[in-house]
């Protein structure tokens, strides 16, 4: 395959600003050759994206992000290369999507009951609705009945006063669904846990290997976000302990600044041992 590798994207499925046809379009005109979508909790997006792919278009490896949380901190799981239509993924989708639920209504229920926000039946109805309705939604509306000037600001001064507790995936949880459904799953920005959270050294080597414990595969070594230190300590960790390297930009549309195919990882560039297995082991779907 030609072009630029960027394996983690959100459409409007999830928190993203691009459908799933709008997500195709940039990234062939980005010039990249292999891509995923890894909506929140959700499939949707590359099923659409599976759909719509015609002879000529990029390559393309199924994908999802699942947010986790245990005793011991935060984490974002992407599974890769899972049969579409496998009964695991699937299950895990909607156990993810009934937390999600349970989230949003304790924060709508702290903002009314903690800052007196109300919002019009319509209003919640239609978030509600949504694939994956979360924090920014929320912060949106926020903006839209003038509760904040920004949805920065409804995010940071309201919305993450609140901490819902029990409401996560665990990483076991999302580990175990990604195999049982065929797919590979991976430690999305190793160093980066919660919000400004940073796990660098010996946590973060002893993180990865607690996860190793639940069947992780691989970790996310090419970050948007990334110094070229962490990327290093991030390969380092990933090499010694024999796992698959992925490439990926968290691009989501106007909603980040981030650009697609901002990764690190240059068109070009040697790839590094685990990134060419992982290529070599995933499911690739439009080759």
Same mark, same amino acid.
């Given at each position: ?21 709008? %997500? ?43 947010? =986790? ?9 992407? #599974? ?15 156990? #993810? ?36 309705? +979360?924090?920014?939604? %929320? ?15 409804? %995010? ?58 639940? +069947?992780?595969? +691989?970790?996310? =070594? ?11 300590? =991030? ?25 697609? #195919? ?26």
């Amino acid at each position: 395959m030609n072009g630029m590798i960027d394996l983690h994207m959100h459409t409007t499925v999830s928190d993203g600003t691009d459908t799933p046809a709008e %997500i195709i379009g940039k990234v062939k005109k980005a010039g990249i050759g292999l891509f995923s979508v890894t909506d929140h909790d959700a499939v949707k997006g590359g099923t659409e994206v599976l759909d719509l792919l015609k002879e000529g278009d990029p390559a393309f490896i199924t994908g999802a992000e699942f947010s =986790c949380k245990d005793e011991l901190g935060r984490y974002h799981i992407l #599974g890769y290369g899972y049969e579409p239509d496998a009964e695991a993924i699937h299950e895990l989708v909607a156990y #993810g999507h009934r937390l999600r639920l349970k989230k949003v209504t304790a924060r709508l229920d702290f903002l009314k009951s903690e800052f007196g926000f109300d919002f019009p039946g319509e209003a919640l109805r239609e978030l509600f609705a949504r694939d994956n309705p +979360g924090k920014p939604h %929320i912060g949106n509306l926020m903006v839209k009945y003038g509760f904040a000037a920004t949805k920065e600001e409804a %995010i940071l001064r309201y919305i993450n006063k609140l901490h819902v507790r029990n409401s996560y995936v665990r990483p076991e949880e999302a580990i175990e669904g990604i195999l049982a459904g065929g797919g590979i799953p991976v430690l999305a920005h190793p160093v980066f846990g919660s919000g400004d959270e940073t796990v660098r050294g010996e946590e973060l080597r002893e993180r990865v290997r607690r996860l190793m414990g639940f +069947g992780i595969r +691989g970790m996310e =070594c090419f970050y948007s976000k990334f110094t070229e230190e962490m990327r290093e300590e =991030c390969l380092s960790v990933a090499e010694s302990n024999g796992l698959y390297v992925t490439a990926g930009s968290d691009y989501h549309g106007t909603n980040k600044t981030v650009a697609l #195919g901002n990764t690190g990882l240059i068109a070009g560039m040697t790839h590094p041992d685990g990134l060419e297995r992982f290529l070599s082991d995933v499911r690739i779907s439009n080759t």
